[in-house]
């Protein structure tokens, strides 16, 4: 990571969480297939607070900014999702609170901690038709085209077409988890709303996110 990083990273979460927002009424619209179709309402209705407070939030680094990022989430957002989103924002700011100026490495060990975060949060792994079927794919996607010499912005557009394939792989496989798991054999026919959610705010950052520069 360059010396930006924390301006980087505040790109990023600007954009995941002016995505959320602009995209309500669809991801609402595509949880309430099966779910209760309460995500896009309630996404949204963390991230804009999020954003609403944001010339007030204190913080030094990339893991502050995260920590307070999983703060107001988890206060605003409602049902499973809040505690979700907050855990994986929280982890991934305690593993980079002891580095200030993150390397490309850390920053994916980091995304990991988030992710187990979720897995442990939300009693679910990939094949459980959530959200962490598109998120871990598009992580191993990242660390990979990082590790063989790509750059930051070329291994998130990598991880913005894995998410997009896997969240579309979502459909024709059962939910476990969450109120779509109820629904059983139907939750075939319709992707999953979060891992969609991921795919759509992945490819958000990658057309949006200019490393070291101002969002587009």
Avoid: C
């Amino acid at each position: 990571m360059s010396d930006g990083a924390l301006r980087d990273g505040e790109q990023v979460v600007r954009i995941v969480a002016q995505t959320a927002v602009d995209n309500e009424k669809y991801f609402g619209e595509l949880d309430a297939v099966v779910g209760d179709g309460d995500l896009g309402y309630s996404l949204a209705r963390g991230f804009s607070k999020l954003l609403e407070g944001w010339d007030e939030m204190e913080y030094e680094d990339l893991g502050g900014l995260l920590k307070k990022t999983a703060l107001v989430l988890s206060g605003r957002i409602g049902g499973t999702s809040g505690p979700i989103w907050g855990t994986a924002f929280l982890r991934a700011g305690v593993a980079l609170t002891p580095t200030p100026e993150p390397s490309a490495e850390q920053v994916v060990a980091a995304l990991r901690a988030g992710l187990e975060g979720i897995k442990q949060r939300g009693g679910a792994d990939v094949g459980d038709k959530t959200l962490i079927d598109a998120l871990q794919p598009a992580i191993d996607r990242l660390e990979a085209v990082l590790n063989g010499g790509g750059s930051a912005s070329e291994a998130v557009a990598a991880a913005a077409d894995t998410a997009t394939e896997a969240a579309a792989a979502t459909k024709g496989m059962v939910a476990m988890r969450g109120r779509a798991a109820y629904t059983g054999d139907r939750s075939r026919d319709s992707v999953d709303a979060g891992a969609t959610a991921v795919a759509v705010i992945i490819k958000a950052v990658a057309e949006s996110w200019t490393p070291g520069g101002v969002p587009s």
